[in-house]
């Protein structure tokens, strides 16, 4: 993946976190994220019981397979499968938003 369209997926996310985290309680919780090639992994983290580091678990992945954007989510097993209800398109956008959306309650927990 080249580095403009790395930087512009950045981007989105930096946008995407600054309005999902509220202002008041960045200092007990974050998400964050991870490039490792073709795969980006979303987490949410939280300060440690003494408040030194942070510790955190993998919400999503996306992963950029034959230009098409798929989405794998964590089993009980913490194995990556994936989420057969968000089709593979080449929109990472309409990809994160269906991801907020989690209409089969597999990313975030209400």
Do not use: C
Not at 54 to 74: C, D, N, P, T
Request: glycine share 4%; proline share 3%; hydrophobic share 40%.
């Amino acid at each position: 993946m080249d580095r403009f369209t790395i930087r512009r997926l950045e981007n989105i996310l930096d946008g995407y976190i600054a309005l999902k985290v509220p202002r008041d309680v960045r200092s007990s919780v974050r998400l964050t994220y991870q490039w490792d090639e073709n795969r980006l992994t979303l987490r949410e983290e939280r300060p440690d019981d003494r408040g030194r580091k942070w510790l955190g678990a993998a919400i999503v992945q996306f992963r950029l397979e034959q230009s098409m954007w798929h989405v794998y989510a964590k089993d009980g097993d913490n194995a990556w499968h994936i989420a057969a209800s968000i089709a593979p398109h080449s929109d990472f956008e309409l990809q994160l938003e269906q991801v907020e959306l989690d209409r089969e309650g597999i990313f975030w927990i209400s």
